[in-house]
């Protein structure tokens, strides 16, 4: 009888001993087992980090290509402008230049001065008309003040007068505005 109870008690321990092991294995398998959905949440944190990354590299890439071909399109249409912007000036000039032909083959036969004279002072006219109407404008100069943003001093004399002291007495070349900017400047002569 002893023996049979000994039995039994040993069957209980072992029986304890087993679901304790069951338990403890079972936890360490949830341990497991959350240790390896956090790895695997971190390796996906970490793949989503990579991609985030990635495609944060490919929009740079994209746009910095954007980028230089916008750069290489306004080049190439800024070459292309210089190139034809004096195109409409060249054109509204050939009627001048038509005129001047004709005022040549006019001189071969002619013998008076004054219609030869009148025909090249028509021609002037049409011509400064033309430059006009792009902005060209004549710099007024004599007996104006002397102004280094629009005039060059080529020499000075002694003004005649005191009231042309500093001022432009004659004019050796016009000066010219071309859309209120100065294209050449007036080469005058200033009084001392």
């Not at 996906?44 to 994209?62: G, H, I, P, T």
């Not at 230049?97 to 083959?105: G, Q, S």
């Not at 030869?116 to 404008?137: D, P």
């Not at 016009?174 to 200033?190: E, I």
């Amino acid at each position: 009888m002893f023996n049979k109870k000994k039995k039994e008690e040993e069957a209980v321990v072992e029986n304890q001993a087993t679901e304790e092991t069951k338990e403890n294995n079972s936890t360490e398998n949830t341990e497991n087992e959350a240790t390896v959905n956090e790895a695997a949440e971190e390796l996906s944190a970490e793949d989503k980090l990579k991609q985030e990354v990635a495609e944060l590299n490919d929009k740079y890439l994209r746009l910095f290509a954007e980028f230089d071909n916008f750069k290489r399109r306004t080049q190439k249409e800024r070459v292309e402008l210089l190139q034809t912007a004096g195109k409409d000036v060249v054109v509204s000039l050939l009627p001048v230049l038509d005129d001047f032909e004709r005022a040549i083959k006019a001189t071969e036969n002619t013998t008076e001065v004054a219609p030869v004279r009148e025909g090249i002072v028509l021609v002037q006219t049409k011509l400064k008309s033309i430059l006009n109407q792009k902005g060209l404008k004549e710099i007024e100069s004599i007996n104006t003040e002397f102004n280094t943003d629009l005039h060059e001093a080529i020499t000075q004399i002694p003004s005649p007068t005191e009231e042309q002291k500093g001022k432009v007495i004659d004019e050796l070349e016009k000066g010219y505005t071309l859309n209120d900017k100065v294209v050449r400047f007036a080469k005058v002569v200033v009084g001392a």
